[in-house]
């Protein structure tokens, strides 16, 4: 009996070594099929890195109880780098800044886009540092929405509006308009 149990053992050991992952080869059915041995043993991650440079202006208004409004337009740039899971979902951080009024902008949010070749649109939505040169950081939600041109698979772009609801003592709204430039890696 014992030599019975150590024979089987061993019969399922050298059976069970051929059962291994196939080695990639050819694939004998149409394209798409499941048929054959071809393809990645282990699909990889799918997504894809962006980094979008963009230049616009923006407007911002200043409620202040007590005092006049104020209203000034400037000049802003910056850049967003992102992560593309799918076609249509992407996380991004970024960077504004608004020139003559020194403001900083931290971001970090999703981005959700509809490609339509050659176009391609997007809804945008961040969690943002208002940051100041003078005074104090606040928290701010930031819609926005967009259109691109798609010039390759890698290359777009496009104009974007967004508004920051800027969360303060003081009644603080930014308008954006910028152009955008995006690079997929």
Known sequence: MFRWTWLVGALVLVLGAGAADPEP??????????????GYNYPGLGGQYYLEAFFGSAQVDVEVEGTDNTS????????????????????QLGFGYISDQKISLYSAGM????????????????????APDQGDSQFGIVPGVGAELLLSERLRV????????????????????????????
């Open 158 to 185: 496009g104009l974007s509006y967004q508004h920051d609801f800027v969360f303060s003592d003081d009644n603080i709204d930014v308008d954006r308009f910028t152009a955008r430039l995006q690079f997929k890696f």
């Open 111 to 130: 981005r959700n886009s509809y490609d339509l070749e050659p176009f391609g649109y997007f809804l945008s939505l961040d969690a943002e540092i208002y």
């Open 25 to 38: 080869g050819r694939t004998d059915g149409p394209e798409g099929s499941e048929y054959g041995t071809g």
């Open 72 to 91: 000034k337009t400037d000049l802003m740039g910056g850049f967003n780098a992102g992560y593309q899971l799918e076609d249509w979902l992407a996380f």
